[in-house]
């Protein structure tokens, strides 16, 4: 804001009449300063509010102005009237004294501007002080800009919002704007805050009427009594939208698992539904377990799991008072607390060694995870969000750990199977916990074939388990053939290959396609290499690949890419020549191994792959960029540098990708519109491979919500939960609904 321009004219004497002169503008005080551009509205703001003591100091200068003008006016007339009463001095009769003002722009002498005053006497008498006239002259400079005032206090709460409401109400027949009946479907604020939505607080309202009767078709033959239909009315997820509704339309057919005619909807027995949502659907902080900027999680203290039945998340965290102990969430703030202190004299640190796993059981959903109670050791853990439901399911060596940090957990047969101190397999459901091949699942003849034909599989460092449909895959070592791969059927029949019988394979990546299994493994020759599992035990080596440096073994195949399956196509990293691995491809209908880039480099070193759209997508290196994003289809032609979200030889430092609701998902560091916005949440089209930034827990030029340092991206098809720091509460769990969500919702804003 630039400050008036203030007038001055001539004065005459103090008392005498003012003459009729034209106003000269003086220059404002700041007006050096007052066409400055600013960059932004806050800091116009600012300078306003800079701009209110320069006023005080103009009005003050003005006013020393005019004290000073009819100051000097006085002493004229005092000197007028001394000089007519000394002999000797004459002065004209009726000569007036007059004073004149003038503006000062800023200069060498005046640096903020200033004003000049003349006096003299009006020898022709025409009322104007002429230049000849003038006889004394005062120069008066403003004063510089002066310090900004402390800030004012911050103003007092504004008042809460009210709510606002949705009702449905159902439409009978003959209905002047539903015929045939239907919904009325009404929407407003809740202005007198009683939790109904009153006539006169109706803002919108919708119609959905059914249709109309059709015509009479040819009689036929008498059907079965049709079930009658249902309409369902629910609340949504708070972690979604805090205000809605979700109304479910079916039919009581009793289809799938549920009841038929039981005047109830199952959800097999729905077939439409409507989601409705007063406001956009919900995203940002969901944990403050130490408050303030102090980290709630970390490197230690970072397991999460959400459990989709209950629309739970189980996750670490620590307070800074109990230590990292075990918190629920249902996805919003306020209903993050923490369910129980494992250890109360430090941190049981959940899933520390293995992390937390969901099994969906018989009765009742759980999640497994290591812990510390600081008397029994790191043992097995589970719970079903309850305190009294989460319980130390093992006590394997005594007050020792019962566990070690290469365990491995995988879920299986509604429970879970997972890799002792004692390099046992042990499966258990949360009420059961045995061995691996004593399971309850297992027949009891079949039980004891297994306690001969497997009591001497243990598991190993490397151990790996791989659940399907068929059974589960695991590799480990037996006194007789080192550490190789087996498969245990989901009856109990155990299969096992010995694909190096001078040392053990140590087998690594696998994947299963149709009839088809796959593994990466020693050949004893060759190094690692891919080979084809059949069922009677026996293998096949698809490939004998070397350095061609100096023709050595192969030993970096599959390590960082693992096989991945895209059509005939297995898709995998190996190092042939150089010191980085490169992509290479085997297609499994002509038996043919070739690199499919040599420029693509170190392919999913950081997070190794995702599948979609007949593509697997993973970070890379190329002779061009950094780490960024690439693609590949199984073919050359098809495999090629995807988005660089950080242009140029700097790294977007990729830190994990995901897949959900069939859109592309990752952490990464990035530029958009040309600033860099640090590490966040992106999203990339997987058809036009345009990439946006999805979330940001730390908005603004130059901040780094650091997203991914700390964890995993946990996942459900609703909503995704990860680690960042928003610059107020440290690093601490996030969440954001994918955009696909909003094509569910009709969204009432």
């Not at 929407?187 to 119609?207: A, H, R």
């Not at 693992?562 to 196509?569: A, K, P, S």
Request: proline share 3%; glycine share 10%; hydrophobic share 35%.
């Amino acid at each position: 804001m630039t400050n008036p321009h203030i007038q001055d004219r001539q004065a005459p004497i103090a008392g005498e009449p003012a003459t009729a002169q034209p106003y000269k503008n003086i220059p404002p005080i700041n007006g050096n300063r007052a066409n400055r551009s600013h960059s932004s509205e806050n800091q116009q703001s600012t300078d306003e509010t800079k701009q209110k003591p320069r006023r005080k100091y103009l009005v003050f200068f003005q006013v020393i102005i005019l004290v000073l003008a009819l100051a000097m006016s006085t002493y004229s007339i005092l000197l007028t009237d001394s000089l007519e009463g000394k002999e000797g001095n004459s002065i004209s009769e009726g000569n007036e004294v007059l004073v004149r003002t003038e503006g000062r722009d800023a200069d060498h002498i005046c640096s903020e501007g200033g004003a000049d005053i003349f006096i003299g006497n009006d020898s022709n008498k025409n009322g104007i002080l002429d230049e000849s006239e003038v006889t004394s002259t005062t120069r008066i400079c403003h004063g510089q800009e002066g310090l900004s005032g402390p800030q004012g206090a911050t103003g007092p709460n504004g008042l809460s919002g009210v709510s606002s409401m949705i009702e449905t109400q159902e439409i009978e027949y003959g209905n002047i704007t539903c015929n045939y009946g239907g919904l009325l479907i009404q929407s407003g604020l809740d202005n007198n805050s009683n939790d109904i939505l009153d006539q006169e607080e109706v803002t919108d309202q919708e119609f959905l009427c059914d249709g109309s009767i059709g015509s009479d078709g040819i009689n036929g033959l008498n059907g079965t009594q049709g079930a009658p239909a249902l309409v369902k009315k629910s609340d949504p997820p708070a972690y979604l939208c805090s205000n809605g509704v979700i109304l479910e339309f079916g039919v009581d057919d009793g289809i799938g698992q549920a009841v038929a005619m039981d005047g109830i909807l199952q959800s097999e027995e729905v077939r439409e539904n409507l989601k409705i949502c007063s406001q956009p659907l919900n995203s940002g902080l969901i944990s403050d377990f130490s408050t303030g900027i102090t980290n709630g999680m970390n490197t230690a203290c970072d397991s999460m799991n959400w459990m989709e039945s209950k629309s739970m998340l189980f996750s670490a965290g620590s307070d800074g008072v109990n230590g990292c102990e075990l918190w629920t969430s249902m996805a919003t703030l306020s209903s993050t607390s923490l369910l129980i202190d494992i250890n109360p004299s430090g941190d049981s640190t959940p899933g520390l060694w293995m992390g937390m796993q969901e099994t969906i059981g018989d009765e009742n959903d759980l999640v497994f995870f290591d812990a510390d109670d600081g008397v029994n050791g790191r043992e097995m853990w589970v719970s079903d969000g309850t305190v009294i439901g989460t319980q130390r399911i093992t006590s394997l060596n005594g007050a020792g750990d019962g566990l070690k940090i290469s365990s491995k957990m995988s879920p299986w047969m509604n429970g879970i199977v997972f890799s002792d101190v004692e390099n046992n397999f042990i499966w258990s459901n949360g009420s059961i916990t045995v061995e691996l091949f004593d399971a309850p699942f297992f027949s009891t003849s079949m039980q004891l074939i297994l306690d001969s034909t497997a009591s001497d599989i243990t598991a190993h460092s490397l151990t790996k388990l791989w659940p399907v449909d068929t059974g589960l895959w695991f590799s480990a070592a037996t006194i007789a053939e080192d550490f190789e791969m087996h498969h245990i059927s989901n009856n109990g029949v155990l299969t096992s290959w010995n694909l190096n019988s001078l040392e053990g394979s140590l087998p690594d990546s696998f994947v299963s396609y149709g009839p088809n299994n796959f593994v990466i493994a020693e050949d004893g020759n060759n190094g690692r290499q891919l080979a084809r599992l059949n069922w009677d035990g026996t293998h096949n080596w698809l490939t004998s690949l070397t350095l061609q440096s100096n023709g050595a073994s192969a030993t970096n195949v599959g390590s960082n890419l693992g096989l991945n399956v895209i059509g005939d196509n297995l898709i995998f990293d190996a190092q042939t020549s150089g010191v980085d691995t490169t992509l290479w491809g085997f297609n499994i209908t002509t038996n043919v191994a070739q690199e499919l880039s040599a420029s693509i480099l170190a392919p999913g070193d950081k997070t190794g792959a995702v599948t979609l759209d007949g593509k697997i997508w993973f970070d890379c290196v190329t002779s061009a960029t950094a780490t960024e994003l690439c693609y590949s289809d199984g073919t050359i032609a098809g495999s090629k540098l995807a988005y660089e979200f950080q242009p140029g030889i700097s790294s977007s430092d990729i830190r994990e990708i995901i897949v959900v609701n069939q859109q592309l998902l990752l952490i990464a560091d990035g530029e958009e519109d040309g600033i860099d916005s640090g590490h966040c949440l992106w999203t990339l089209n997987s058809q036009s491979l345009e990439a946006s930034i999805a979330y940001d827990p730390w908005q603004g030029i130059g901040n780094n919500s650091q997203s991914g340092t700390y964890g995993e991206i946990e996942t459900s098809n609703e909503i995704i939960f990860f680690i960042a720091n928003n610059g107020l509460n440290g690093h601490e769990i996030h969440s954001w609904s994918p955009l696909g969500l909003t094509g569910d919702w009709l969204i009432w804003d």
